[in-house]
């Protein structure tokens, strides 16, 4: 089926992924860190990563998808440098210490929302969208079902508030590469916070236009929108 253009042309994408664990004991990481890509034109920033993709499969290298803590070094930097020439996309990363956050927060799906519904918020405050358009969000598979629809019901009003059209899936970011970048960028954000390693991340802000939100903890009955 082909769509009509001028909708496809009026929507913006959001790709949102995290890095770091939903793990509170003394085991799990120190941060946890969202990032949320956006763009105008999903097809033309994801042929930088699928190209590559194929070239690595040229070359006999068995690469199904690109996700940052597993890649080896070689996949990394060549990711990066496709990344840093990316035109048309910015991102947004949302990041904090665990430790800080109120015990109502100290669970997947509070801190999950928490996180999803700051850079969703971002977005529509920024002015980056035109008032006409939609926003497609795309977000990682990291919740349940049923979790998934109190994510769903728990954003409506967020949505009304900016009369907002909008959309918003949870979809496995094996299968996209601009979910992939978020997962880049996420997690060059987390090795700067947990490890001390910044190059990634300079490098990143070297080229691609990236702002930060840091969440410093919430009390007790917060809204998380």
């Not at 998808?65 to 840093?84: C, G, K, N, T, Y």
């Amino acid at each position: 089926m082909q769509l009509p253009e001028e909708q496809f042309l009026d929507s913006y994408f959001l790709f949102i992924d995290e890095s770091g664990d939903f793990d509170f004991s003394e085991s799990g990481t120190k941060y946890f860190v969202m990032a949320g890509v956006l763009t105008h034109n999903p097809v033309q920033t994801a042929l930088p990563l699928q190209t590559l993709r194929y070239r690595m499969l040229e070359k006999g290298m068995n690469v199904s998808s690109f996700h940052a803590s597993p890649d080896l070094q070689l996949v990394r930097d060549s990711v990066f440098e496709q990344i840093l020439n990316l035109k048309d996309m910015s991102a947004h990363v949302v990041y904090g210490s665990k430790a800080v956050l109120n015990d109502s927060l100290r669970n997947t799906q509070a801190l999950h929302f928490l996180f999803t519904s700051a850079l969703m918020r971002y977005h529509l405050e920024s002015g980056a969208l035109k008032e006409s358009s939609r926003l497609i969000v795309v977000i990682d598979q990291s919740l349940t079902p049923k979790k998934q629809s109190a994510f769903h019901a728990s954003i409506k009003p967020l949505f009304k508030e900016f009369k907002r059209d909008f959309q918003v899936f949870f979809q496995s970011m094996k299968t996209d590469y601009n979910g992939q970048i978020a997962d880049y960028v996420a997690w060059a954000k987390f090795k700067q916070l947990e490890r001390d390693e910044h190059r990634p991340w300079q490098a990143l802000t070297s080229s691609l236009t990236i702002t930060e939100q840091q969440i410093r903890g919430r009390k007790a009955g917060d809204s998380l929108i």
